[in-house]
């Protein structure tokens, strides 16, 4: 059997530069592979600011972001609340500078949804959410019903409702909000529309404002209670707020008549996902 030469060993100094190499190319994917998620998390909360200012869905979006990377549901719904807080607070600016803002229904109907919110988590914690989807899906039936039945001309009637009645209809808004939080923005345009047969686009420049104090009010406290986590927060809350202008400057351009398909489309789907999902 022929012997074997000698093995030359590799030098020490390669072997440190080998190691070198295959480390700067591990940081290097590493930082490629961080790349690509931030910038398909900032891409998916545009797309969840645009479509959320413009109607509905985006809460939706941004919560699976969020769960996607792997946080705690109840940091996940504490920042969830910051960006939804941040992107109402756009959408009801451009609304209202649009003349899409009930400026004086607004008010009172927002100050009694807050109210509304603490009082319904005491009232309403027991409710079923059998019950909670029958609601939603009632009220979402109702809406949808008002929208198409909706004629020009006939939004503004709410002069002959009194200050006690919009504070009553405000903390059901709010309790509804605050506790079931179902389709939350359809729920409160179907509100809106049923009770002072605001027209579409002015429904959901009022439910944005609505919605904004109230998401406000449950982002403080989860800031408060060291609930958030403001790394995460950024990456999306930014590109929501681009996402969300576009979004209200969309609907402003689209107006009334082509927003009420937008609705009854988004209404249906979310409608069929209560019942069905």
């Known amino acids: 059997m022929a012997r074997r030469g000698p093995i030359n060993p590799i030098p020490k100094r390669e072997i440190v530069m080998r190691r070198c190499n295959i480390k700067r190319k591990s ?65 009801t600016l451009t609304y209202f500078r649009g003349g899409a803002l009930d400026v004086k229904l607004a008010p009172l109907l927002t100050i009694s ?35 198409v039945r909706f004629k020009p001309g006939s939004e503004g009637k709410h002069g002959r409702k009194s200050k006690a009645e919009i504070s009553i209809v405000g903390l059901l808004i709010g309790a509804y909000i605050g506790i079931l939080g179902i389709a939350s923005t359809l729920v409160v345009i179907s509100a809106l529309e049923i009770f002072f047969r605001l027209d579409i686009l002015k429904a959901n420049g009022t439910a944005k404002m609505i919605i904004f104090l109230n998401n406000t009010m449950a982002a403080l406290n989860y800031g408060l209670k060291g609930s958030l986590d403001y790394s995460m927060m950024w990456p999306i809350l930014i590109p929501v707020m681009v996402g969300s202008w576009l979004g209200a400057k969309s609907a402003l351009r689209m107006g009334s008549e082509k927003l009420r398909i937008v609705f009854i489309a988004i209404g249906a789907l979310t409608l069929l996902r209560i019942l069905f999902g």
């Open 27 to 91: 940081i290097k994917y590493q930082n490629i592979a961080w790349n690509m998620r931030t910038l398909l998390i900032a891409l998916l909360s545009f797309g969840g600011g645009f479509i959320g200012s413009m109607m509905s869905g985006g809460s939706m979006v941004i919560l699976s972001i969020l769960t996607f990377a792997g946080l705690p549901i109840k940091e996940a719904v504490g920042i969830l609340k910051v960006v939804i807080a941040a992107l109402t607070f756009v959408s």
């Open 113 to 147: 949804s807050i109210f509304g919110a603490f009082i319904g988590t005491s009232l309403f914690l027991s409710l079923s959410q059998e019950l909670a989807n029958f609601i939603a899906a009632a009220l979402l039936l109702a809406g949808m019903y008002f929208t």
